[in-house]
């Protein structure tokens, strides 16, 4: 969803992105989820225009208005 959202503003991943900062929604996340987010986004970044530098501000960016949420695994 994030690297659809942000490949094209015509879609439903894309309105998913910008309705992210709208206090009726909760972005819940967990350390784990971050780091996936920062390797794929990472990985697409020249597929998506951006920079590292900007990949980073938009993982900051989820980080500043995220909860997280622990998760403890059992093996």
Same mark, same amino acid.
């Given at each position: ?9 015509? #879609? !439903? &991943?894309?309105? $998913?992105?910008?309705? /992210? ?21 990472? #990985? !697409? &970044?020249?597929? $998506?225009?951006?920079? /590292? ?23």
């Amino acid at each position: 969803m994030l690297v659809s959202g942000l490949r094209s503003n015509l #879609g !439903a &991943s894309y309105k $998913l992105l910008s309705i /992210l900062n709208d206090r009726r929604w909760q972005v819940n996340v967990s350390t784990a989820l971050i780091f996936e987010y920062e390797e794929i986004l990472k #990985g !697409a &970044s020249k597929d $998506l225009g951006l920079t /590292l530098q900007e990949v980073d501000l938009a993982i900051a960016a989820i980080c500043n208005i995220a909860n997280f949420h622990p998760i403890f695994f059992l093996w």
